[in-house]
């Protein structure tokens, strides 16, 4: 340090060493520093009340602020970013208002805080009186709008700018795909004259948070051929995300030997990255991998990466690793919880997710939700209906899905009161405008047997999926109405919507009821011609049962004979299932039970075709030694099984079971003795 020398020079290094103090956060080292200086200016206070305002030491800062012999603009302006920084946004006002002088950085400064604090409409105001406006005051109220989904506002000023910069047209991006649409986002990205690394980073990650993985990634293939151009953290994060929701482990594992190669995994600074690779990981269900960056990134790896690999393991069946680490984590949310409880239930292990359950501190919807879920899984209805009332006795409001589950288990017991129950108590509780919660209620009815409610609530609903259409479409096939089920099909192609393999069930097995048979080989052959959808075993299935209720069966031999694979089980019993007991059909049943008992030697329904096959056609002798065959191997006949819902009670009824209560009553009453 010069001892001697003019003021000035003196000045400037004392202010020079404080500043770099400040910088590396030594705030009470640059304090002293200023106590101690021989000779200060206006410079030395502005930089030791800038040292106080970024390092958060807002009080320091004010007190300092009026102690301060002399401001200028500097100054106030650095006091201003301060307050609005902390939150102190009326101290700010305040401060604004009592500036001596302002130029375009004061005004851009108090904009930019009440953004930042949320007065957007306050910051309009202030941006409309501004004297003088630069690029920064722009792209501070372009971002503001973005930023609150006010895309209309934010491109009337962007369509009024002379020469937006890159800032501009980034931010513009970033809020057209933060609002859902990414394709003017990606049009605006096309249009612009100049993009950095942010601008594509943008763009990829548009594409991503909107679940658009293909995009993000042919958007980057495109942007490596770009010369002198290198990803950043966030592009690359975006990348991996990507990758998870593609499913593509290759792809995933390339982009990680990448980062590895060119060192940007060491970068990771905050840990973000390492929690992307994880949940990567995680969906992919490659655990070792999703530990080891787990075990490496131990002090950087968050709540969210212990619930990604407790997922990961439940994904692929180690539930006893994924409990190990949810009992090491110190800290557990609601998704660690839930998702173990759901793991408990998917194994069938009710006791234990019910344990877990008590154990929870603070259950939100989504808990009850999987509690119910989970006893609907494992067919404990009743105790499903009682967690639904415990829930809203509990003060919690039943989600949508809530409501989804319980009215799909409605309809799978066929249990038309309960799920009229739960429509009403859906009606004064939940917008009944839900697509989701609509398709519920079809279905429901459907199959409860009450197409015409399902009709109803169809043609009520304001907006449809191709969920919706095969609701309806199915519902009507299995009960009969083939016509208005094959009209639904074509409707659905002229609204716009695609169908998929349920459609093309639903409107096959309509034909199989109807003997439509020409019209359901144009559905079968079409699949693949005109939709792209490839044919499944259960639609094979269907063309079986379509030829064979037609009384083709030996056509639907054929058909099953030259299937592009080795036909299973499935297919065979459902040959058999439509061959009939007539003579006619005897030497293709028998060839059929054959071969089902040579895939499956205990198959029940294949013995007793072949019985009554051989008692048809008058081949007793063979009949006796095949049903003293099916003694010894001790195979039976599954009894048909039947259920009634009365006054809230379930009654089964089994064939040759007599254990019901009232068995004798209803015999009696079915014989005409009552």
């Known amino acids: 340090m010069p001892q001697r020398g003019n003021y000035s020079t003196n000045v400037v290094c004392w202010t020079s060493i404080l500043s770099n103090f400040a910088k590396e956060g030594f705030i009470n080292e640059a304090q002293s520093l200023f106590n101690l200086m021989p000779q200060r200016n206006l410079v030395t206070y ?13 009080n320091d800062a004010c007190r300092f602020f009026e102690e301060m012999p002399e401001k200028n603009v500097v100054s106030w302006t650095s006091m201003l970013c301060g307050l609005t ?32 604090n949320g007065e957007l409409m306050e910051a309009q105001k202030l941006f409309n009186i501004m004297p003088e406006r630069n690029q920064v005051s722009w792209n501070s109220m372009i971002a503001g709008y973005a930023e609150n989904y006010m895309m209309e506002e934010a491109r009337v000023l962007f369509d009024s700018m002379l020469e937006p910069n890159v800032v501009t047209w980034t931010s513009l991006i970033a809020g057209y795909c933060r609002a859902g649409d990414v394709e003017e986002g990606y049009r605006i990205f096309r249009r612009m004259p100049d993009r950095n690394i942010v601008s594509w980073t943008a763009m990829i990650g548009g594409f991503t948070w909107n679940g658009f993985f293909k995009d993000a990634l042919l958007v980057y293939l495109e942007m490596r051929g770009i010369k002198d151009l290198k990803p950043n953290g966030e592009t690359f994060i975006s990348l991996v995300y990507a990758c998870s929701g593609l499913g593509f482990c290759r792809i995933g594992k390339q982009l990680h030997a990448h980062l590895i190669l060119n060192g940007w995994d060491h970068d990771d600074y905050d840990g973000r990255l390492s929690k992307s690779l994880i949940h990567m990981y995680s969906e992919f269900g490659v655990m070792d991998f999703a530990h080891y960056i787990f075990s490496k990134k131990t002090n950087t790896c968050v709540l969210h990466s212990c619930n990604s690999m407790i997922n990961g393991y439940i994904r692929i069946g ?8 949810f009992d090491r984590i110190p800290i557990r949310d609601g998704i660690a919880w839930t998702s173990m409880i759901s793991g408990y239930f998917h194994v069938g292990d009710v006791k234990e997710a019910s344990y877990l359950f008590d154990r929870m501190h603070w259950r939100d919807a989504i808990a009850w939700t999987v509690m119910i879920s989970g006893h609907m899984q494992n067919e404990l209805f009743t105790e499903a ?22 009215l799909g288990a409605s309809g799978a017991t066929a249990n038309l009161d309960q799920g009229k129950q739960f429509h009403c108590l859906l009606m004064k509780t939940q917008s009944i405008h839900d697509i989701i919660l609509g398709n519920s209620l079809i279905s429901m009815y459907a199959k409860c047997g009450q197409i015409e409610d399902a009709k109803c609530i169809f043609s009520n609903m304001i907006t449809r999926d191709v969920v919706s259409w095969n609701s309806i479409i199915v519902g009507l096939s299995h009960h009969g109405y083939a016509n208005e089920a094959l009209k639904l099909y074509d409707a659905m192609q002229d609204s716009g919507t695609n169908p998929n393999s349920v459609t093309f069930l639903g409107a096959i097995s309509a034909c199989s009821h109807a003997g439509m048979v020409h019209r359901g080989w144009e559905l079968f052959n079409s699949m693949s011609r005109d939709h792209v959808v490839q044919p499944g075993m259960e639609h094979y299935v269907c063309i079986v049962d379509l030829l064979g209720r037609a009384g083709k069966v030996e056509e639907a031999e054929d058909f099953v004979m030259r299937l592009p694979f080795k036909p299973g089980l499935v297919i065979w019993g459902a040959l058999l299932g439509v061959c009939g007991l007539g003579e006619k059909n005897a030497a293709v049943a028998r060839r059929t039970a054959l071969r089902v008992l040579e895939l499956d030697p205990s198959n029940s329904p294949a013995h007793v075709s072949l019985c009554n096959i051989y008692a048809s056609i008058g081949r007793h002798g063979e009949e006796g030694m095949l049903r003293k065959e099916m003694g010894l191997k001790g195979v039976k006949k599954v ?11 379930v009654h089964v009824f089994l064939a040759g079971d007599r254990s019901h209560p009232q068995s004798d009553e209803l015999l009696s009453l079915l014989e005409g003795k009552f």
């Open 639 to 649: 009894p048909g099984c039947s259920w009634i819902v009365l006054k809230g009670s």
């Open 46 to 58: 502005n930089a030791m009340l800038s040292a106080y305002v970024q390092s958060g030491r807002i």
């Open 385 to 406: 209906i009682y967690f639904f009332s415990e829930m809203r006795f509990d003060g919690i409001k039943p989600l949508g899905s809530t409501y989804s589950t319980l």
């Open 318 to 325: 180690l539930l006893e690793k994924a409990r190990h680490l």
């Open 85 to 116: 920084h902390v939150g102190r946004i009326l101290d700010a006002k305040v401060l604004f208002d009592n500036m001596p002088d302002k130029n375009v950085i004061s005004w851009n400064s108090m904009i930019v805080g009440l953004i930042r």
